[in-house]
Structure formats: C-alpha cells, structure tokens
C-alpha cells in the first residue's frame, strides 16, 4: 500500500522554527521528484518546494525561498524533509508531500499526496 505520511508540524510563535518530514513507503520512491504544498482555510492549494530524484536540484516558491529548505534521504525509505525558519503567520497552513515520476514541478499533477500536517504559526 503506497503512503505518504507527514508529520512534525505544530504551534509556533512567529520568528521561530519547524521541521516537516514525510516518509514514503509502499514502492520504491526512490526515482520520484518530490513536493511540499501548503492550503490555507479559504484558499487553493499552492506550491511550496520541490526536489528532484537525486537531489541535485531544488525550487521554491517566492514566498518561502531564503527562509525553507527541502531535502531528501533515499537510504533506506525515502524520506522528505521540509526546514521551515523565519516562519511568519502567513506560513499557516496544512502542508502536503506529494510524489512524482514525472519530475518537479509547481503544478497539482504529482502522482501521490499525503494526507497533512497543521502548521499554525502565531503572531
């Protein structure tokens, strides 16, 4: 059964730090590009960063870039983490790890989702 599960989100206070991460299971990840995207309550899904299957090359959203860092671990399972500093109220949202054959991308059109994690970050 293929899984993604997100967890280390949470309450923090503005200016502070989170690290998400996302476990990949059930198949073999390792040859998938992977993406975070956030959605906040009223809002549509948007992008947040991405990585390629090796690892070499990232991309971020405007908003994010400077302040996250995404990264991977093919070990053993694939494992994806997301470095969230600097984090601002705007930053709250429920945040989803998705997986991809057909490499990195900024569109909705990854092949697996995760279900969430919360991250709330108070003013």
């Known amino acids: 059964q293929v899984q993604l599960v997100e967890s280390g989100g949470g309450l923090v206070q503005a200016g502070g730090s989170l690290r998400l991460s996302c476990l990949a299971s059930g198949r073999t990840f390792t040859y998938y590009a992977m993406g975070w995207f956030r959605q906040a309550p009223g809002k549509e899904r948007e992008f947040v960063a991405a990585i390629s299957w090796t690892g070499g090359s990232t991309d971020y959203a405007d908003s994010v870039k400077g302040r996250f860092t995404i990264s991977r671990d093919n070990a053993k399972n694939t494992v994806v983490y997301l470095q969230m500093n600097s984090l601002k109220p705007e930053d709250t949202a429920v945040y989803y790890c998705?997986?991809?054959?057909?490499?990195?991308?900024?569109?909705?059109?990854?092949?697996?989702w995760g279900q969430g994690t919360q991250v709330t970050v108070s003013s």
């Open positions: 998705s997986a991809g054959l057909r490499g990195m991308t900024r569109t909705n059109t990854y092949d697996y």
